[in-house]
């Protein structure tokens, strides 16, 4: 008899040890909550895999209760998600057709107009108009940012235009290379981004001759521009909206993207993403102007940046103020003899001393 009140006492302390651990473990804390518990039970039962108001609480954002560390651990199903998703697809038809609009803008133009040329007076005097430092400069910016502008095109249009093109076996390696290079290279940007800076901000002050050039710009394109400083109104656009703006709003969205494990929320990664996309393609299609003027479309234009010499009558068609301000000794450059920039410059600058032969 006593075994017997034995066992119903420790059965009855075991079943109510069980119902106290279920009533701790239960997800209902109040009335409300036990009723939609109940309904989530009952839609099971009658619609498996159909419980819609299971998903609408899951898909509503709201915190929840989970024994995991961190931020947003409590949120399964982020909302915002799909609206991210979904404006993702629109945003990059729009970038690049930009991208594709610039191209063949500059390709009409450059078949209607040709190169932007001077009139050449034969042998003169060069001025060095880019110190080798410069160039080094502008060289390292130029090939991060062209590797970057490439790799991020085929990471984000890849999939609509070079698949149907290449297939998935070699688009497959293209995007991975190109994932791997966009997020080793692109924080090269932040020592090329301020050494560039520092190097030409001297001469990208923004003054009433950079107005009057913009009104005047068809000019530019015809043979006879405004008269510009070192850097005229075009070039400063390019530095401060390409360089200063986008490239650095590149920068610090990038770096949210590429180290997640700085305990960012999933919104701010998605705006972070949203706005990467947006800079690139703009800062891409300023790029390409930027890209064919200092290359076929305007003569001498690359030899300047290659080899850091123009010569007198470059200088003087297209920056004239900074031509008389070097001519009266203002300016940092000086003119100089062919054979003496080439003797500074070593084998590298020889080209100078035959092209003004």
């Excluded at 991975?176 to 966009?182: E, R, T």
């Excluded at 090269?188 to 520092?198: D, E, M, N, Q």
């Excluded at 890209?291 to 123009?310: E, Q």
């Excluded at 010569?311 to 000086?334: F, T």
């Amino acid at each position: 008899m006593k075994v017997l009140t034995s066992f119903v006492a420790a059965l009855t302390a075991v079943v109510c040890l069980a119902a106290t651990m279920a009533a701790a473990q239960s997800p209902a804390t109040s009335a409300a909550d036990a009723e939609r518990a109940k309904q989530q039970q009952q839609r099971q039962l009658t619609q498996p895999l159909n419980n819609q108001p299971l998903w609408s609480e899951v898909r509503s954002g709201a915190p929840q209760t989970t024994t995991v560390v961190g931020r947003e651990t409590n949120v399964l199903i982020q909302p915002e998600g799909q609206t991210w998703r979904a404006a993702r697809t629109p945003l990059m038809a729009i970038g690049g057709w930009l991208v594709v609009l610039a191209v063949v803008g500059l390709a009409v133009f450059y078949a209607w107009r040709g190169k932007l040329d001077y009139e050449h007076k034969g042998r003169e005097r060069v001025i060095e108009r880019f110190s080798p430092m410069d160039r080094y400069a502008h060289w390292l910016l130029a090939i991060t940012w062209v590797t970057l502008a490439i790799t991020g095109l085929i990471l984000s249009i890849g999939k609509t235009v070079l698949l149907p093109l290449v297939g998935y076996t070699l688009f497959s390696w293209l995007a991975m290379a190109s994932k791997g290079l966009h997020n080793f290279i692109g924080p090269v940007l932040i020592v090329a981004i301020p050494f560039l800076f520092v190097r030409f901000i001297r001469d990208n002050g923004i003054g009433v001759d950079d107005f009057k050039w913009f009104i005047n710009i068809m000019g530019y394109f015809k043979g006879h521009e405004h008269p510009s400083g070192r850097f005229n109104a075009g070039e400063k656009v390019v530095f401060w909206i390409m360089l200063v703006v986008l490239s650095t709003t590149l920068v610090v969205t990038g770096l949210i993207l590429v180290f997640p494990n700085f305990n960012q929320t999933r919104s701010t990664m998605q705006l972070a993403n949203v706005v990467h996309m947006s800079a690139a393609y703009i800062a891409i299609a300023l790029a390409c102007v930027h890209i064919y003027l200092g290359t076929i479309g305007m003569t001498n234009a690359y030899r300047a940046m290659r080899y850091g010499y123009v010569d007198e009558s470059w200088a003087k068609h297209h920056h004239l103020r900074w031509y008389e301000d070097v001519v009266a000794g203002r300016a940092r450059q000086k003119l100089v003899q062919p054979e003496e920039a080439a003797r500074a410059e070593g084998d590298a600058a020889a080209s100078i001393r035959q092209r003004t032969a």
